[in-house]
Nanobody, 124 residues
Framework: QVQLVESGGGLVQAGGSLRLSCAAS????????MGWFRQAPGKEREFVAA????????KYADSVKGRFTISGDNAKNTVYLQMNSLKIEDTAVYYC?????????????????WGQGTPVTVSS
């Protein structure tokens, strides 16, 4: 059973930065990659970024390209999301998720395990 624990969320002013972490335990040989999703109040969960554990595939949503950077530390079983130039519309609960091998990185249903989420609030 994979367990994911996110941390690093908080309150930040627009234009500021935050770094989210997701620590994974109980990984199996089928674990292929990790994704970050976010969900704002009243909205559906949306894809933010994803990375394979060996780093050979990295994906970003258009809305965060150039501002967010996903990275992973295989030895620490931890994935990070560096968020710069934050905007008010980035306000959401951010979730990390783990998945087995596959080609669709953008759909929540493709992911097998989820963390509890960490809230990010960007103020003006």
């Amino acid at each position: 059973q994979v367990q994911l624990v996110e941390s690093g969320g908080g309150l930040v002013q627009a234009g500021g930065s935050l770094r989210l972490s997701c620590a994974a335990s109980g990984r199996t040989v089928s674990s292929y990659g990790m994704g970050w999703f976010r969900q704002a109040p009243g909205k559906e969960r949306e894809f933010v970024a994803a990375i394979t554990w060996n780093g050979d595939i990295i994906k970003y949503a258009d809305s965060v390209k150039g501002r967010f950077t996903i990275s992973g530390d295989n030895a620490k079983n931890t994935v990070y999301l560096q968020m710069n130039s934050l905007k008010i519309e980035d306000t959401a609960v951010y979730y990390c998720a783990e998945r087995a091998y596959g080609s669709n990185w953008y759909t929540p249903d493709e992911y097998d395990y989820w963390g509890q989420g960490t809230p990010v609030t960007v103020s003006s």
